[in-house]
């Protein structure tokens, strides 16, 4: 079975940055378009940043918005997450997912049907 396997997590202070890098275990991952979702305990799960399949099109949560990049890099079956400017409300845990189609990034996620077992990001002041 297809997998998602999220890594690059960990503790930061308020300021600091952290990279998160997602790796598909098939190929087939790389023609869909990849999101970024995260949840803090006693919220629901929320988009985050998403990509199309080329990497031409980006979306981004207003949260997030000058902060966060998200990239791929379809020969290695990866997609990255540069998290800079981080704050403590950014703690959460993160999970990388495949949607279901190639050219248009969602930021519901029954628009993606594969997900990562997530990986934790904690920000302190």
């Known amino acids: 079975q297809a997998q998602l396997v999220e890594s690059g997590g960990g503790s930061v202070h308020t300021g600091g940055s952290l990279r998160l890098s997602c790796s598909a275990s098939e190929r087939t991952f790389a023609n869909y378009v990849k999101g970024w979702f995260r949840q803090a305990p006693g919220k629901e799960r929320e988009f985050v940043a998403g990509?199309?399949?080329?990497?031409?099109?980006?979306r981004y949560a207003d949260s997030v918005k000058g902060r966060f990049t998200i990239s791929r890099d379809n020969t290695k079956n990866t997609v990255d997450l540069q998290m800079d400017s981080l704050k403590p409300e950014d703690t959460a845990v993160y999970y990388c997912?495949?949607?279901?189609?190639?050219?248009?990034?969602?930021?519901?996620?029954?628009?993606?049907?594969?997900w990562g077992q997530g990986t934790q990001v904690t920000v302190s002041s």
């Open positions: 997912a495949a949607g279901l189609n190639q050219r248009v990034v969602y930021s519901t996620a029954r628009s993606y049907n594969t």
């Open positions: 990509i199309t399949w080329t990497g031409a099109s980006t």
